[in-house]
T-cell receptor, first 117, second 116 residues
Framework: GAVVSQHPSWVICKSGTSVKIECRSLDFQATTMFWYRQFPKQSLMLMATSNEGSKATYEQGVEKDKFLINHASLTLSTLTVTSAHPEDSSFYIC?????????????FGDGTRLSIL | AQSVAQPEDQVNVAEGNPLTVKCTYSVSGNPYLFWYVQYPNRGLQFLLKYITGDNLVKGSYGFEAEFNKSQTSFHLKKPSALVSDSALYFCAVRDILFNNNNDMRFGAGTRLTVKP
């Protein structure tokens, strides 16, 4: 079964709305989680690294005021797309590694399809 | 720094034929290598990994991959393709020496289409 749960799976909303996406590790603690963005038929683009109890680390070119990340517990990270516009429409995916086990795969959520009208 | 290249955007094979999806990597130290598959509107599913040991690793759904250190490659293979194997495949690498928060780098992805 899934070990990382991502919610919601699909969001359609009006321009200017803020949208929150949740990523939960179900059977392990994740001090680190990753947020990716994927455009149609393209690879994953790492947006930021979410760190439990501290600020997220954003990749170059990603607006931290636009994409707010909160990692308030060892099993939950949230990504909030603030004042979303049509260009923010995309597929957002989170993942979590089992901490401290570098030879293990990351576990991915099922993604969130965000459509801004 | 670590990076991965998937030279083919698209691979087309007929059902029942063998398939190969190519991947080459670049790391400073020794690599951990992974293959993932993505179906439409879904996250990535883990297929297999190479950590150490035998160069030929076997994974889910009949897939296997061969680690070739001299060619820095980790090609994904399957002896007999199924239509249901049609999906997007990602190769990923993690450099043991630069294990920064356990993140990994992904290739651009290869779309595999298996025709009946």
């Amino acid at each position: 079964g899934a070990v990382v749960s991502q919610h919601p799976s699909w969001v359609i909303c009006k321009s200017g709305t803020s949208v929150k996406i949740e990523c939960r590790s179900l059977d392990f603690q994740a001090t680190t989680m990753f947020w990716y963005r994927q455009f149609p038929k393209q690879s994953l683009m790492l947006m930021a690294t979410s760190n439990e109890g501290s600020k997220a680390t954003y990749e170059q070119g990603v607006e931290k005021d636009k994409f707010l990340i909160n990692h308030a517990s060892l099993t939950l990270s949230t990504l909030t797309v603030t004042s979303a516009h049509p260009e923010d429409s995309s597929f957002y995916i989170c993942s979590a590694p089992r901490q401290g086990i570098a030879n293990q795969p990351q576990h991915f959520g099922d993604g969130t399809r965000l459509s801004i009208l | 720094a670590q990076s991965v290249a998937q030279p083919e955007d698209q691979v087309n094979v007929a059902e029942g034929n063998p398939l190969t999806v190519k991947c080459t990597y670049s790391v400073s130290g020794n690599p951990y290598l992974f293959w993932y598959v993505q179906y439409p509107n879904r996250g990535l599913q883990f297929l297999l990994k190479y950590i150490t040991g035998d160069n030929l690793v076997k994974g889910s759904y009949g897939f296997e991959a061969e680690f070739n250190k001299s060619q820095t490659s980790f090609h994904l293979k399957k002896p007999s393709a199924l239509v249901s194997d049609s999906a997007l495949y990602f190769c990923a690498v993690r450099d043991i020496l630069f294990n920064n928060n356990n993140d990994m780098r992904f290739g651009a992805g290869t779309r595999l289409t298996v025709k009946p």
